[in-house]
């Protein structure tokens, strides 16, 4: 009989790296691995002779960055979702792009069931499963913190040592941690307690508030139909837009977020995280909509963009809400156009310029000063009239009942 083939999602971290002998000391199998490359840089370089060390047949490294901006990072940025105010979903919209291409290679090459690290307690189970399921429904999914009897990060770092399998982590630095272009999150060891402040020396990609330069920098955005598509005048392709945005805010202190969510399997959980460009390139996005979207659009749209965030939270990126969701966006974001200029000073942003062709602000209306014909301020009184009628109305009845009232008792 053949060899079972599982093909597990592989970054090289502590999980995946102990998957790979745990897969072949429990199935008779052989397991190949696959690495997203989704922007985490130099990272990727050694992870062909990791997977060689833990044992794995072969690895493929999917180049997916470009498909991770312009799919992912773009669509969620257009619709201005952020998870409970204040998570970018960095690993959020990663683990579907993930997912389906572990489907597409398990077809590729065979494979009879994939395999991941997620956690039992965590979000990332379900965002890969549900989109396994999507592609491909009768596909076996191996889940092995659901199976072994390996309890914490510090038994797996045991678990390692003892095959002489290297790790990216220690007991004195024992944070999961995911990476990619949009990104970087810490989570774990110290960081459970939020009695505990962040470390001083947690953060990898920016500079920490206090550390970042003391005169401001400015920083110019230019979009369209509400994507990012130069920054300081100088148009780029997706991924090096992404990347100036990150180099820009970070050496500013602008982007960390440390917070307690909601995890789906109803737990709170801590997080740190970096996402400086992103930080930056959602408070530019969200200041230009402020004057190309009237009232009423964009009020709903900041309902949909809840709805929107905890859809991709939550895992559920190929449903047909989300892309009509995302199809809804694409309409209101035709009149994002335009160019911000952002003031970045020690982890704070502020506006500097909007500017728009599409801008719904009239300065001559706007104005405290004279509006001439195009507002004329006793217009309102009749307004005013109207719009309070059913507030008259009403006090008018309760006015009536309490003289009612009064006559009764007399």
Not at 296 to 311: D, M, V
Request: include cysteine; glycine fraction near 6%; aromatic fraction near 8%.
């Amino acid at each position: 009989m053949d060899k079972k083939r599982i093909l597990l999602a592989y970054s090289g971290g502590l999980d995946t790296s102990i998957i790979v002998p745990w897969l072949k000391e429990n199935y008779d199998c052989d397991v190949l691995c696959m690495a997203a490359d989704l922007g985490q840089g130099e990272e990727l370089e050694p992870l062909h002779e990791k997977a060689r060390q833990c044992g794995a047949e072969k690895l493929f490294i999917e180049d997916l960055r470009r498909e991770f901006v312009e799919d992912f990072i773009f669509p969620t940025l257009k619709a201005g979702a952020v998870y409970e105010g204040k998570y970018l979903l960095g690993t959020s919209f990663a683990r579907p792009l993930i997912a389906k291409r572990l489907v597409e290679i398990a077809h590729r090459e065979n494979c009879t069931a994939v395999c991941h690290g997620a956690t039992g307690k965590g979000n990332d189970q379900v965002r890969f499963e549900l989109t396994i399921k999507a592609f491909d429904p009768n596909l076996e999914i191996i889940a092995p913190w659901r199976i072994w009897d390996i309890t914490s990060r510090e038994e797996a770092i045991d678990y390692a040592n003892e095959r002489n399998i290297p790790v990216p982590v220690t007991k004195k630095r024992p944070y999961s941690m995911d990476r990619n272009l949009w990104h970087l999150s810490h989570e774990g060891a110290d960081l459970e307690d939020p009695r505990n402040e962040m470390p001083s020396d947690l953060l990898l990609t920016m500079a920490s508030p206090q550390n970042a330069p003391d005169t401001p920098e400015y920083v110019t955005v230019n979009f369209v139909c509400g994507i990012p598509v130069a920054i300081n005048g100088e148009t780029l392709d997706p991924v090096a837009l992404i990347e100036k945005a990150n180099a820009i805010a970070a050496r500013n202190g602008v982007g960390m977020e440390d917070m307690v969510e909601n995890r789906l399997v109803g737990i709170k959980s801590r997080g740190i995280y970096e996402t400086p460009g992103g930080t930056l390139l959602f408070e530019a996005h969200s200041r230009l909509e402020s004057i190309t979207l009237d009232r009423a659009t964009a009020h709903f749209k900041s309902q949909a963009a809840l709805r929107f965030s905890e859809l991709v939270y939550d895992g559920l990126w190929y449903t047909p809400l989300r892309e009509a969701l995302s199809a809804f966006m694409d309409v209101l974001e035709k009149a994002v156009n335009g160019t911000v200029r952002m003031k970045l000073y020690k982890g704070n942003m502020f506006p500097a310029s909007l500017q728009s062709p599409d801008s719904l602000y009239m300065e001559e209306i706007s104005t405290f000063g004279y509006s001439g014909e195009l507002y004329n301020h006793k217009d309102a009184e009749g307004f005013i009239n109207l719009y309070g009628l059913p507030m008259k109305v009403k006090a008018m009845v309760e006015a009536g009942k309490r003289h009612k009232d009064k006559e009764s008792h007399s």
